[in-house]
Each structure stands twice: as C-alpha cells, then as structure tokens.
C-alpha cells in the first residue's frame, strides 16, 4: 500500500503515526516513573519546579520514534546505525536518570552511541576538512551536541520545542536533496517530539530527562552531518552550527562562565540562555516562545546560505558570530551588575 504514495505522504503518515503513539506513551511512562520513583524533585537553587515530576519521556520519545519508522521506513545500513546508537544511547540515559553513572562512564556510552553512527556510514567527510580529522571532527561535533541539547533542556517545553524546528528544518533539507529516509525519520521525530511537548509545555507533567536529551543530542548531532549541504560556497559546511545555534550558543556561554568562576563545567549553575532571559522579565512560555522563533530564524538563514556566494556568506556568518558574542558581553554584564560580588 505505502508503494502507492509519495514520498512526502510517506513522511507525513510517518509523523502522524509517531504522533499518535508518542500521545499513547507518554503518560504511560509518566505514570511508570512515578511508581518507580523516577522523578525530578525541586529545590531552592537550580530545580524551581513547584512538584515533583516524573523523567522518562525520553523514552516515549525514542519508542514513538520507533513504532513510526517501523511501519513506513525500509531500514537501511544508515537508519540502522541511527536506531542501534539510538538505542545505546536511551539505555544509558535511562541508567543516568537514576544517578548510577559517573561523568567518565556516561561519556564512555556516549563515544560508543557515536561510533555505532560512524560505522553505520554517517560521518564528516568534506573537502574542507583534512581527511584525517574526519573522524576525530565527528566525534567532537556529536558528542558536543549531545551535551548542548542537555544544557538547552532547563525549562519546561524549552528543549523539544527547540528540536522539533530543527526536525522541520531536516524535513526540508531531506526534500531538498531527494533524501527521502531522511525526510521520513526526520518526521518521525517531529511527530514524537510533537506528542511530548502536549505534556511537557509549561507546566510540565513530565520531563525528557536524561534519556530524551542525550537521545536527540545523538540524532540531531548525526543526522546534521549526513546531509548534503552543496553549494556555490564551501562556507555551507557552517550550516550546521547555524541550524544548532541556539543549543551551542548556551552551552558555550554556560561553560565560559562557569570557568570564569572556577567551577566545573558540568555543575549546576544558574547562567543559562533562558535563565537570562528570565531575569528579563519573560515567563517561561514567553521564553520558549522566543527560542522557538530564534531556532526558526536560524534554521531559515541555513537555508539562505545555500544560495549566497562566498563573500556574502561569509558576512552572513560573521554578523551571526558577532551577535552572539554581543548577546553574551549583555548577559555577563548584566549578571555582575546584578551580584556586584561575584
């Protein structure tokens, strides 16, 4: 029967089917985790969610993402590697959210989640990178997104509205490049993420946990390297960091300030993108609103450099570079006119 549809019907029931099962799931883990006593309780410094709340819907995520692309996908050597490590990394995550795991030994899966993609194919290869950074660029680029998407998962809603625009942005590139697996499992995580966000909105009843964040930092940090961005400028290797802006912004900011003030990158602080934003004045829906429509622009201006010779690229991304250390001279300023003892 799927012989007699287009590929974008195909993506389409590939997102709805996610869709529906990922509003299936989800309350089904939400109630397993509170059973299981797996939740995220509040306290006075960084976690300022009024209840206790359940983690796991990272793994409605994951098994939404999986029912869809069962029915409707043909499993090849890529999308394989994508599900393995996927599901590498859910394991690990799921291990995480119960505070078994060491820095080192969370890292430790994570290098075998991405290797599992790299042996599946789906690696950096690009003229303007030496062949023997390859490998190495691939590692240090997945693994950062893994952790940036982590550190963008600090409010209600904030996260998986984040990453559903990238998802819609790879649709497109997918269509673009006649990519039609990537458009269909792009759409299977747009519909997953689609679901959660009915129960994670603000106020959340339910939160990805580590197990949804490592989980999409995987697959968006993957899938972002194994498109064909081909164009009149060899700056269209940057596309990436400007669809991940957002994400990468924070956690380069975050670990900035953190060392600035001696601590450890990976410790809990206050200075985040929406932490910032916050102290502005916005409400969390205002804040995620306003991340959603960063993401947007900047997945839209992905597109735009497409097109753009080298110059205009190349001032297209510089503007974006120089904005974003402006935004971080606001925030670092504003933050020690507010603790002048700091």
Same mark, same amino acid.
């Given at each position: 029967?799927?012989?007699?549809?287009?590929?974008?019907?195909?993506?389409?029931?590939?997102?709805?089917?996610?869709?529906?099962?990922?509003?299936?799931?989800?309350?089904?883990?939400?109630?397993?985790?509170?059973?299981?006593?797996?939740?995220?309780?509040?306290?006075?410094?960084?976690?300022?969610?009024?209840?206790?709340?359940?983690?796991?819907?990272?793994?409605?995520?994951?098994?939404?993402?999986?029912?869809?692309?069962?029915?409707?996908?043909?499993?090849?050597?890529?999308?394989?590697?994508?599900?393995?490590?996927?599901?590498?990394?859910?394991?690990?995550?799921?291990?995480?959210?119960?505070?078994?795991?060491?820095?080192?030994?969370?890292?430790?899966?994570?290098?075998?989640?991405?290797?599992?993609?790299?042996?599946?194919?789906?690696?950096?290869?690009?003229?303007?990178?030496?062949?023997?950074?390859?490998?190495?660029?691939?590692?240090?680029?997945?693994?950062?997104? +893994?952790?940036?998407?982590?550190?963008?998962?600090? +409010?209600?809603?904030?996260?998986?509205?984040?990453?559903?625009?990238?998802?819609?942005?790879?649709?497109?590139?997918?269509?673009?490049?006649?990519?039609?697996?990537?458009?269909?499992?792009?759409?299977?995580?747009?519909?997953? !993420?689609?679901?959660?966000?009915?129960?994670?909105?603000?106020?959340?009843?339910?939160?990805?946990?580590?197990?949804?964040?490592?989980?999409?930092?995987?697959?968006?940090?993957?899938?972002?390297?194994?498109?064909?961005?081909?164009?009149?400028?060899?700056?269209?290797?940057?596309?990436?960091?400007?669809?991940?802006?957002?994400?990468?912004?924070?956690?380069?900011?975050?670990?900035?300030?953190?060392?600035?003030?001696?601590?450890?990158?990976?410790?809990?602080?206050?200075?985040?993108?929406?932490?910032?934003?916050?102290?502005?004045? !916005?409400?969390?829906?205002?804040?995620?609103?306003?991340?959603?429509?960063?993401?947007?622009?900047?997945?839209?201006?992905?597109?735009?450099?497409?097109?753009?010779?080298?110059?205009?690229?190349?001032?297209?991304? !510089?503007?974006?570079?120089?904005?974003?250390?402006?935004?971080?001279? !606001?925030?670092?300023?504003?933050?020690?006119?507010?603790?002048?003892?700091?």
């Amino acid at each position: 029967m799927l012989q007699n549809l287009s590929p974008l019907q195909i993506s389409l029931l590939t997102g709805v089917i996610a869709l529906l099962a990922g509003l299936a799931t989800v309350p089904i883990f939400g109630m397993a985790a509170k059973n299981w006593n797996i939740v995220d309780r509040p306290d006075s410094n960084i976690k300022l969610h009024h209840t206790a709340t359940p983690y796991l819907g990272g793994l409605a995520i994951y098994l939404a993402t999986l029912v869809a692309v069962s029915f409707t996908l043909d499993f090849d050597q890529r999308l394989l590697g994508l599900l393995l490590g996927g599901t590498v990394i859910v394991l690990l995550g799921f291990i995480d959210d119960f505070k078994a795991l060491t820095p080192a030994q969370k890292l430790l899966g994570q290098v075998l989640a991405v290797t599992i993609g790299i042996k599946s194919g789906i690696y950096i290869q690009k003229e303007a990178i030496p062949l023997f950074l390859h490998i190495p660029v691939t590692y240090l680029w997945i693994l950062g997104v +893994i952790n940036a998407i982590n550190f963008i998962d600090g +409010i209600d809603g904030q996260a998986a509205s984040i990453c559903f625009v990238i998802f819609c942005a790879f649709i497109l590139w997918g269509n673009i490049n006649g990519d039609y697996a990537l458009m269909g499992f792009s759409a299977a995580m747009a519909g997953s !993420l689609l679901a959660f966000l009915v129960f994670n909105a603000y106020p959340a009843s339910i939160f990805m946990g580590d197990t949804g964040s490592m989980f999409l930092g995987l697959i968006i940090g993957t899938v972002s390297i194994d498109i064909d961005y081909a164009g009149p400028s060899r700056l269209t290797i940057f596309i990436p960091l400007i669809t991940l802006g957002l994400p990468l912004f924070n956690m380069v900011y975050v670990m900035m300030i953190r060392g600035f003030m001696g601590m450890s990158p990976f410790r809990g602080t206050l200075d985040h993108w929406h932490d910032n934003l916050k102290s502005m004045g !916005l409400s969390t829906n205002a804040v995620v609103l306003v991340s959603t429509l960063v993401t947007a622009v900047l997945s839209a201006l992905g597109f735009v450099v497409l097109f753009l010779n080298y110059k205009m690229a190349l001032l297209l991304q !510089l503007t974006l570079l120089l904005l974003a250390l402006l935004t971080m001279a !606001l925030f670092y300023f504003r933050k020690r006119r507010a603790s002048p003892s700091t």
